[in-house]
C-alpha cells in the first residue's frame, strides 16, 4: 500500500470499545507503544475489525503536534508519544520533525520553524508527538 500520510504505524488492534456512532480503537505498535483511534461504528464494520486483527493507522504529517517539557500538562488529545528528535528539516516556512519513541517507530511531524525554535528542537532533544484520536485514519491488509 502507497499513501501520501508521512505516518504509517502497524500494529495490532489490543481494544475496540464499540459505542452508538463511534468506537475507540487501540493499536498496539511493534514497539510497544499505543494508539487510540476513534472512527465510526460503520468503518468497524466494513473493515472487520476485531481485537488481534492487523491493522494501519495512517496520520499526516501536519496533524501531528509536537511539545517539549509535557511532564506537567494534560491533554485532552488521547495519544501522546514521548521520544527523541533525531532529525529537522527546515523549509522557507515550515520544518519536518522527526521524533523517534522508545520501541524504535519514528513519528513524523510538519510545524513553521517559528515553533521548532521556541520549542529548542534539534537532534537528541526530549519531545512528545500529540495526535488526536480523530485524526488517524484505520486501514486493514486487503
Given at each position: 500500500m502507497?499513501v501520501?500520510?508521512r505516518n504509517?504505524?502497524?500494529g495490532t488492534?489490543?481494544q475496540l470499545?464499540?459505542?452508538a456512532v ?9 514497539g510497544?507503544?499505543?494508539l ?8 468497524v464494520?466494513n ?5 488481534g486483527?492487523e491493522?494501519v493507522?495512517l496520520?499526516?504529517?501536519p ?18 508519544l514521548?521520544?527523541?528528535v533525531t532529525s529537522v528539516?527546515?523549509?522557507?516556512v515550515?520544518?519536518?520533525v522527526v521524533i523517534q ?5 519514528e513519528v513524523?511531524?510538519i510545524?513553521?520553524?517559528q515553533?521548532?525554535?521556541?520549542l ?23
Amino acid at each position: 500500500m502507497k499513501v501520501s500520510a508521512r505516518n504509517v504505524f502497524k500494529g495490532t488492534i489490543s481494544q475496540l470499545q464499540p459505542g452508538a456512532v463511534n468506537a475507540e480503537v487501540s493499536l498496539k505498535l511493534s514497539g510497544g507503544n499505543e494508539l487510540v483511534a476513534v472512527v465510526t461504528m460503520e468503518s468497524v464494520k466494513n473493515l472487520g475489525l476485531a481485537i488481534g486483527k492487523e491493522a494501519v493507522a495512517l496520520v499526516k504529517a501536519p496533524w501531528v503536534m509536537l511539545m517539549t517539557e509535557s511532564s506537567d500538562i494534560r491533554l485532552s488529545a488521547r495519544n501522546c508519544l514521548e521520544g527523541k528528535v533525531t532529525s529537522v528539516i527546515d523549509g522557507a516556512v515550515n520544518s519536518e520533525v522527526v521524533i523517534q519513541l522508545d520501541g524504535g517507530t519514528e513519528v513524523y511531524s510538519i510545524v513553521t520553524r517559528q515553533a521548532v525554535a521556541e520549542l529548542g528542537l534539534a537532534p537528541g532533544v526530549s519531545a512528545t508527538a500529540v495526535i488526536k484520536a480523530s485524526h488517524i485514519i484505520l486501514g486493514v491488509p486487503a
